[in-house]
DNA sequence: ATTGCAAGTAACTCAATGGTTACTTAACGG
DNA sequence: CCGTTAAGTAACCATTGAGTTACTTGCAAT
């Protein structure tokens, strides 16, 4: 059977990079909105005016595509997450303000921990690396004085996720508790203030450091 | 067209709460392993073993079935987590260990707060007069000079809320901190102590409040 | 008894969706 | 230059999956 007009390639320049780009971008912004199953292959092929075939031709199917949008924003978060303060006083009031910066990087982290059982996850040994750097951070500070020592720093770690992601991951339960949207400037500035006295907790039972300076 | 074998009626009794309830328990596993997006019709119907037929005519579609799934489970929460205690020291171990009694109220939220905006929730009238019942008792609390007056007590709400339900809600940032799964025992009972301890952050300054007796 | 309706069954529909076929052509090493 | 490969296009397709059609029947009130 004769096929009529196929193929018929470009009219434009190739340029394999910005097409694996725009590919990527679009299939982080609908896989964030809509999750694995909810995302649609046509919609990001369009979101980024691309072919579908070309989606197929580098991520081989929607399941690699996910995994490779994973893959850069971990990428991403770990490349400038890495060396930043653990005093927890100012690392708090920080990462609770930076997770509303960046929706994608929790919406990502909240679908991730939806699918499957929770086992095998993307990139593990990489991000077990960054967070054993960040829990040997807090050690440290625990033998200098500066943090607690009576509890277990992983504890403290998980903890001071649990402070700063849970607003931006449970919006409808923080609209809740508040009365506002989390979207709100005044409820971000207010409890990024509230994250930085509760910080205190973190701090040795007798030592009274004073915060840095603004009050 | 003549239609050949249809209808066929029943050969069992009929009983529509059976019906209804089966359905909904079907739902309630599916939508809280798949979503909404990724939960099947035809799954449900098999796993409640009724005809499809049915769900629609019990619920309307999909979405309707989803609410009524979202709304009982809400009512069922709300009913016998009214009247708790609402010492931090008390109740932080207590919340953290239901979360994972119940792991379907857990991703049942998670998803509704990937759903949407985050604006117009089910019930929100009841669960914000829940929560209003409990931001009240903190209140007291304070007063009664049992809590901390230093904060506001919708972010202590929020706080405990957070360090709660995170760990059950992200499963895999927990095993990467932990290095063990949530569903460890181990795990479970020394973050239940941990949160004990550090309820401690909740009391007033200066009260040296002592805890029931165990330890 | 009859009849009205909710409860129930099985087969059918059709749009949407992930993935493919079949083809074209720019680019680049030999 | 020339052939092989990678980048690109558009139409096509098989399947899935939400929702319907068309029918049957238990049950309760008249």
């Not at 394999?16 to 912004?29: E, F, V």
């Not at 982290?109 to 086992?119: I, K, N, P, T």
């Not at 593990?124 to 009576?150: C, D, F, H, I, Y």
Request: a positive charge.
């Amino acid at each position: 059977m004769a096929r009529l007009g196929k193929g018929g390639g470009g009219l434009i320049a190739r340029n394999p990079d910005r097409t694996r780009g725009r590919i990527l971008s679009a299939a982080l912004a609908e896989f964030a909105a809509q999750g694995f199953a909810g995302a649609r292959v046509d919609v990001i092929a369009r979101r980024a005016a691309i072919n579908k075939r070309m989606l197929y031709h580098y991520f081989g199917d929607k399941e690699g595509l996910f995994k490779a949008v994973l893959r850069r924003k971990v990428a991403e978060r770990r490349a400038w997450g890495e060396n930043l303060s653990s005093d927890p006083a100012e690392r708090l009031p920080f990462w609770f303000k930076t997770a509303f910066d960046d929706p994608n990087w929790i919406r990502l982290l909240a679908w991730e921990a939806l699918r499957g059982d929770g086992q095998k996850i993307i990139d593990e040994k990489e991000r077990r690396a960054s967070t054993m750097g960040w829990l040997k951070r807090l050690r440290q500070r625990q033998t200098r004085g500066e943090l607690s020592v009576e509890f277990d720093p992983r504890h403290l770690a998980l903890a001071m996720q649990s402070l700063t992601m849970f607003p931006a991951a449970f919006p409808q339960l923080t609209r809740l508790i508040m009365g506002r949207t989390v979207a709100d400037g005044k409820f971000q500035r207010d409890y990024a203030g509230f994250l930085e006295k509760f910080a205190a907790a973190f701090r040795p039972k007798n030592s009274k450091r004073v915060k840095k300076s603004n009050a």
